[in-house]
């Protein structure tokens, strides 16, 4: 699992952003962006940006004992935070992260239509995790007049743009109905379950599916 923590604002994000969309091609690895909003005063305002993923982001840095938030950073199965575009450190944190076996797993499959259906099972580990659903939008191109990215055009994966809770594990195989439909009808074009161990903890299991 890796989770990029970027912003349009932030003008040493593009190499970060792009090799996201790098991980995004590679099997077994579950990629996706989080916009953070506390760049937005620097002239543009990043329109993926979300405070919730700030929030998100000082939890880890909690857990890290990071004395702040930075962009770009990419989380790696919630237990190292790394400089996003520093690709020889990120790529063998990624390995390190093969290493380990999954305390949970996910299965995430399309149903048809806007339907969706995750079936989360685990070791004893991992009672009382959470359980996150993601939907995203797979690629976004976006022409910035203003910012530090002034007269770029941007481009941004696996864009996360809705984002909840959707139960938590209680040692028994647990079924979800979820939809790739939001409350006002919008589709996304995939769509990822998380299981995670307490705020800013580790992932204990995830799964991605492609619905466009």
């Known amino acids: 699992m890796v989770e990029l923590y970027t912003s349009q604002g932030c003008n040493s994000c593009p190499p970060a952003d792009a090799l996201l969309g790098e991980l995004t091609r590679q099997a077994g690895i579950v990629a996706l962006g989080f916009h953070v909003d506390y760049w937005n005063y620097l002239g543009w305002h990043d329109p993926f940006s979300n405070k919730k993923f700030t929030y998100r982001q000082k939890e880890y840095a909690m857990s890290f004992r990071q004395t702040g938030v930075y962009t770009p950073q990419m989380v790696i199965q919630g237990r190292r935070g790394e400089v996003g575009s520093d690709r020889r ?13 999954p305390i949970a797993t996910v299965l995430l499959e399309k149903l048809g239509g806007t339907r969706l259906r995750a079936v989360v099972t685990g070791a004893a580990e991992a009672k009382g995790a959470d359980i996150w659903f993601a939907l995203f939008d797979r690629r976004h191109s976006t ?7 002034e007269g770029k055009t941007l481009t941004n994966f696996n864009v996360v743009r809705e984002w909840r809770k959707v139960g938590a594990f209680e040692g028994e195989k647990l079924e979800l109905s979820l939809s790739t439909q939001n409350d006002k009808g919008e589709k996304r074009g995939g769509a990822a379950v998380l299981v995670q161990q307490g705020k800013g903890g580790p992932i204990l299991g995830a799964a991605l599916v492609h619905v466009d």
């Open 143 to 149: 022409k910035v007049p203003r910012g530090e990215n």
């Open 89 to 101: 450190t990120v790529m063998r944190a990624i390995a390190d992260a093969r290493k380990t076996k």
